[in-house]
């Protein structure tokens, strides 16, 4: 059955690559970017591939922009949008980890609610949040990220079980990326560098660090988004879709095993 489907942070990466694969199903598809530019962007190539999508610019953490989604009758929302902060947590400023909570999850969490609101009323709806896994065992020197996702997770579990009381045909799913290479991971890691070149416990070991980090990653991340855009379908598609969704599933597996043997 096709539906309607928002989108967020679809100006790039998972985002961008779930909103092309769900619109070339035949799905009706509000793809929705952080800022104009990218919304510009977005347009110019879905126009030069051929694929309908519906573009606007909504800034999760703007309360007018969340505003402007509550005339669409939503089947599926799917809250791709998501920031990366790294550094340790015996240095990093609180106003670093309060600003990425305020993205990957306040912001999420108001957005959802306006879309529940409609969901409720005409008793029928999905909602994904992509958190990571890195919400599910701890990431050190990534810890600012990987807590907005463990809350993240912790949230999406929790309002799944309070809409099946509800029994309002509303379905709740996590999306757990593993290492996917977007651009994203980079960003992330590289992000406490500057803070820490001024001062940090680790300066002494920052420039090691990096080449570790990067050379991890250029080894675990997955080279395509295909394997989440999949599993992001799938979750759109099923009628009573799963608790959690993970790509590529190896990583999945090991985070299992992590947490089995208490990590
Ligand atoms: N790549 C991975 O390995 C990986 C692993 C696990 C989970 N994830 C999650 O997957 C999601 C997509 O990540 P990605 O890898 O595709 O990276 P990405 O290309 O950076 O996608 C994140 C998107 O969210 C947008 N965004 C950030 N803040 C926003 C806001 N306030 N309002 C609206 N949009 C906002 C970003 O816009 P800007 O470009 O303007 O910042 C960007 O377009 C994120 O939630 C991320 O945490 C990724």
Known sequence: MLKTILITGAG???????????????????????????????????????????????????????????????DVLINNAGMGESGSLAEVDMQIVRKIFE????????????????????????????SSIAGRIPMPFLMPYSMSKFALSAAGAGLRAEMDQLKKNIHIALIEPGAIHTGFNQAMTDSKYAWMARSSYFSHQA??????????????EAKSTQGIVNQIVKATEATRPQLRYTSPWIQGFGVRLARIFGV
Request: aromatic fraction near 6%.
């Open 12 to 74: 790039t990466g998972i985002g961008k690559d779930s909103a092309f694969a769900l619109a070339q199903r035949g799905h009706r598809v509000l793809a929705t970017t952080q800022t104009d530019a990218q919304a510009d962007a977005l347009t110019l190539e879905a126009s030069a591939k051929k694929i309908n999508l519906e573009i606007f610019k909504l800034d999760i953490s703007s309360e007018a922009d969340r505003q402007r989604i509550e005339p669409y009758a939503i």
């Open 103 to 130: 993205v990957n999850l306040f912001s999420t969490l108001e957005l959802t609610q306006v879309a529940l609101k409609g969901m409720i009323e005409r008793q029928k709806g999905t909602v994904l949040f992509v």
């Open 207 to 220: 420039e090691k660090m990096k080449k570790q980090e990067h050379a991890t990653f250029r080894f675990l």
